[in-house]
């Protein structure tokens, strides 16, 4: 209950940027003023808090304010890209502190997972901070993943990763305390610590990157599923006459709005001519980036592929908000930069005209307030969240 009531009190601080004097705390937190009183001058003790000035409000003594010190303690944030590889130093308060960014590179797992331990040992020891205020590194992937053992399972994009041990491994690479997480997921967490998210609040998160994936969170909560696998949706159906699938159907997700699909699409209506050497995510990525840079430019052919793929795009999303009703849609991920100005521009009319409750309110589209580097800040997050956020779990007795 002591750790409960903490992370309740770091929460409320955290949530408030100017900071609460401890009679606001005990307003907003419901505990009694000896519960806060304490609590609060153990966190003054360990440095998380740290005290902000005080104010004068009506009669009495002043009031002192408690505030986040943001610089006690830091997490890690790891975004494995099958395309590049991000790794940023988050502060407490999420802030990004240091970043480091390489090509993932062409080779086994092993060999991923050291150039990952050697490029968190440069970014740490660059920023100057103490290695024994790291709280632990967070590492977002593609899924699958078997959250239990901490390995990736046969992700689609990293073709030699079967079942890989990636927490484990990364962990005895770094001395750390790692935590693995999906992209998408990882992306909604980042959006959660960083945006105007209310309590109560709840958002579609749409990732872009190698591949689509999307993230729920309802009630200000990220919604991770029982195996913590939410949001793989490349088998859901947009273009019933489109390219057929691996999985036997035609039109899926995986065929029709990844980066990939849609390069071969522009191949395919002339655009480009086909010919690429490879199908690799580095290869994609550089020609996805030639079609957005001609679209941007005017190129008409260019913007007709990229809004065809944003029609697309709508079919899954109208399926997973008209399902899931959510406040808003979020979208994000390592290629939205390229893509943001079209889609703010088509995807909100598209959604409303698929949208089952159209006559009874409107669904806000936006993009996230992270950036591109959404994963690996998500992964940091993610960290952060376990260390300061209150968990109604952490109040069950062991059996």
Same mark, same amino acid.
């Given at each position: 209950m002591?750790?409960f009531?903490?992370?309740?009190?770091?929460?409320?601080?955290?949530?408030?940027?100017?900071?609460?004097s401890?009679?606001e705390?005990?307003?907003?937190?419901?505990?009694?003023?000896?519960?806060?009183?304490?609590?609060?001058?153990r966190?003054?003790?360990?440095?998380?808090?740290?005290?902000?000035?005080?104010?004068?409000?009506?009669p009495?003594?002043?009031?002192?304010?408690?505030?986040?010190?943001? #610089?006690?303690?830091f997490?890690?944030?790891?975004h494995?890209?099958?395309?590049?590889?991000?790794?940023?130093?988050?502060?407490?308060a #999420?802030?990004?502190?240091?970043?480091?960014?390489?090509?993932t590179?062409?080779?086994?797992?092993? *060999?991923?997972i050291?150039?990952?331990?050697?490029?968190?040992?440069?970014?740490?020891?660059?920023?100057?901070?103490a290695?024994?205020?790291?709280?632990?590194?967070?590492?977002?992937?593609?899924?699958?993943?078997?959250?239990?053992?901490?390995?990736?399972?046969?992700?689609?994009?990293? *073709?030699?990763? *079967?079942?890989?041990?990636?927490?484990?491994?990364?962990?005895?690479?770094?001395?750390?305390?790692?935590?693995?997480?999906?992209?998408t997921?990882?992306?909604?967490?980042?959006?959660?610590?960083?945006?105007d998210?209310?309590p109560?609040?709840?958002?579609?998160?749409?990732?872009l990157?190698i #591949?689509?994936?999307?993230?729920?969170?309802l009630?200000?909560?990220?919604?991770?599923g029982?195996?913590?696998?939410?949001?793989?949706?490349g *088998?859901?159906?947009?273009d019933p006459?489109?390219?057929?699938?691996?999985?036997g159907?035609?039109?899926c997700?995986?065929?029709?709005?990844?980066?990939?699909?849609?390069?071969?699409?522009?191949?395919?209506?002339g655009v480009?001519?086909?010919?690429?050497?490879?199908?690799?995510?580095?290869?994609?990525?550089?020609?996805?980036?030639?079609?957005?840079?001609?679209?941007?430019?005017?190129?008409?052919?260019?913007?007709?592929?990229?809004?065809?793929?944003?029609q697309h795009?709508?079919?899954l999303?109208s399926?997973?908000?008209?399902?899931?009703?959510?406040?808003?849609?979020?979208l994000g991920?390592?290629?939205?930069?390229?893509v943001?100005?079209?889609?703010?521009?088509?995807?909100?009319?598209?959604?409303?005209?698929?949208?089952?409750?159209?006559?009874?309110?409107?669904?806000?589209?936006?993009?996230?307030v992270?950036?591109?580097?959404?994963?690996?800040?998500?992964?940091?997050?993610?960290?952060?969240?376990?260390?300061?956020?209150?968990?109604?779990?952490?109040?069950?007795?062991d059996?």
């Amino acid at each position: 209950m002591g750790d409960f009531n903490q992370s309740v009190i770091l929460e409320a601080i955290r949530r408030s940027r100017e900071g609460l004097s401890r009679t606001e705390l005990v307003d907003a937190t419901g505990l009694s003023a000896q519960t806060v009183t304490n609590i609060t001058r153990r966190l003054l003790d360990d440095g998380i808090v740290e005290e902000a000035g005080r104010t004068i409000q009506g009669p009495g003594k002043p009031r002192t304010t408690l505030r986040l010190n943001a #610089g006690s303690r830091f997490s890690i944030g790891v975004h494995l890209d099958p395309a590049v590889m991000t790794f940023v130093l988050l502060d407490l308060a #999420g802030n990004v502190v240091g970043r480091r960014a390489r090509r993932t590179p062409a080779s086994d797992a092993r *060999h991923i997972i050291a150039a990952m331990a050697d490029a968190i040992d440069t970014l740490i020891e660059g920023s100057g901070v103490a290695r024994d205020l790291v709280t632990g590194i967070g590492v977002a992937t593609p899924g699958p993943l078997d959250a239990a053992r901490g390995t990736v399972i046969d992700p689609p994009k990293l *073709h030699s990763w *079967h079942r890989v041990p990636l927490r484990d491994a990364l962990a005895e690479a770094t001395g750390f305390r790692v935590t693995l997480e999906k992209d998408t997921t990882a992306a909604a967490a980042a959006e959660l610590w960083t945006g105007d998210v209310p309590p109560d609040g709840s958002f579609l998160f749409v990732y872009l990157g190698i #591949g689509i994936g999307a993230a729920l969170v309802l009630d200000g909560e990220v919604v991770r599923g029982v195996s913590r696998n939410v949001g793989e949706v490349g *088998h859901i159906i947009v273009d019933p006459d489109g390219p057929e699938c691996a999985c036997g159907k035609r039109g899926c997700v995986e065929v029709v709005c990844t980066p990939q699909a849609i390069v071969e699409h522009a191949e395919r209506a002339g655009v480009f001519a086909d010919d690429r050497v490879g199908s690799d995510p580095e290869a994609v990525d550089e020609r996805y980036s030639a079609l957005c840079d001609l679209a941007n430019d005017g190129d008409q052919a260019a913007r007709a592929v990229l809004d065809e793929s944003v029609q697309h795009q709508s079919v899954l999303i109208s399926a997973l908000t008209n399902m899931l009703d959510v406040d808003r849609v979020v979208l994000g991920g390592p290629f939205w930069s390229r893509v943001s100005a079209r889609h703010l521009a088509l995807l909100p009319r598209l959604l409303d005209r698929q949208s089952a409750t159209r006559a009874v309110r409107d669904l806000p589209v936006v993009g996230t307030v992270v950036g591109d580097d959404v994963g690996a800040v998500g992964a940091g997050c993610v960290v952060l969240d376990e260390v300061l956020s209150p968990r109604a779990s952490a109040l069950f007795l062991d059996s």
